[in-house]
């Protein structure tokens, strides 16, 4: 018998209703299970597909309703073990780096609060209130439930929903009809709130929808410092509702083709650490932006001083003609060598960069200064590379470390950022003794960009 500690179930079963044409085909499914088998990879979690009903009639019964008799008996017939599980729709897509929301639940129902479409809410609420007995459903516990958390525990709930909707099935069918407010969602809340189940909300970002309506799809055109539309920016699981279901397939093309590179084993950043890990080198978003914004400059030569183990030195490989890597500690320039393996356009080079031996070599376009941890040393390293090259491009990591040193060293030599990149305000990580640091700002910046 397999033994999970968590598992992800993803409904994918194409109804037998005869009027189809409004979902606009299907293949918008499988780029959802791509998605979701790498994160569930990624936290050692299960992946179930939930693709037999155990009714016939999906128009009677819809799969969006059935999904929750029939999920605790399709898993006991699978021989799977669990502790917790994560109902998501297969219209839905986890960012490549979102958290993992199974630490969030306090073990309870856990879910996101539903306020996209509030006229929608308040309609469905009002339809249903009189198959509940006039039972005033309390909105603002009203949840989605394209994304639902919950145990075994909760096998007494969902037969409760189970027996009031199999007793009342053509008052049901009907309600769908005239109400036409969903199918499973409104009564699942009502059931839900009745039997005063305790509920965790998730934070905003683990159910970003209504795209369109929101004006996620876009960027911050006014900044034109980055294209990443809001949703993938922002948000940690996209779900691809709340407009016409017909452009859906179209869409989420258009969404995995952006961003699939994450998803693959070999892509670069998948392959490297990350600060979340190991809290001397800069994070996945810091990378990332580098890759962005520099991924076409490929005419300059990069000068790294203080390499560390070499993973963001690997992401300037990709980006720069030549890339000069400076670091102190042996043990580290052999993990830059093998980090960087595949590359032939890798200088390294183990040296103190502060000693009198070093010599900022020729033809340097751009700087990453992550030596000296301290503003004299970041500011004497400031002046010299300038000297050098006055319209050297200067990268810095720690911008947003509450000690302030890198944003005062910046600010002490007069120098102007021209873009912040990495993390934001509020990001954190463990330094090596256990403590843990939250960034004051965004992560880098660059200058004389």
Known sequence: MRNKKNIVVIPMIIPKDKDLDKFGGWEWMLNSKTAWEYWCNKYGYELVIYDNPSLEDTTKYKITVQRWFDIFDFLDSKNIEYNQIAMVDASSIPKWDCPDFFQLTDNKFAVGVENDNLAWVYEGVDGYKDIFEGYELDINKYFCASFVIFNKSHKKLFQKFKDKYVTNI??????????????????????????NTEMTFLPKPFRVSHLPRKEMLGPNWQLKEDDTPFFIKYGYVWFFSGFDKRSRNELMDQTWNLVKDNYDKDFILNKLIHKDEWCKTTSRKFKEDIL????????????????????????????????????????????????????????????DVYSSDFQ??????????????????????????????????????????????????????????????????????????????????????????
Do not use: W
Request: aromatic share 10%; net charge negative.
């Open 170 to 195: 053509d008052e049901f069918t009907k309600l769908q009809k005239t109400v036409r407010r969903g199918t499973d969602q409104t009564p699942f809340n009502y059931v839900v709130q009745m039997e």
């Open 292 to 351: 962005r914004i520099f991924g076409s400059k490929k005419d300059l030569n990069c000068l790294e001083i203080g390499s560390c183990r070499g993973d963001t030195t690997r992401v300037f490989a990709e980006c720069f003609n030549k890339v000069h890597s400076f670091e102190q500690s042996p043990e580290n320039v052999e993990s830059i060598k093998d980090k960087c393996s595949d590359v032939d356009n890798v200088e390294f080079n183990q040296m």
């Open 360 to 449: 900022i070599p020729d033809d340097i376009d751009i700087t990453f200064v992550d030596a000296g941890h301290s503003t004299d040393f970041i500011k004497f390293d400031i002046k010299r590379l300038l000297e050098k090259n006055k319209n050297m491009i200067l990268i810095f990591d720690d911008y947003g470390q509450q000690d302030g040193v890198v944003r005062n060293a910046i600010r002490d030599s007069n120098l102007e950022i021209s873009r912040h990149i990495g993390e934001y305000n509020g990001f954190t990580f463990k330094r090596l003794n256990g403590d843990t640091i939250v960034f004051k700002g965004r992560e880098g910046v660059i200058c004389n960009l």
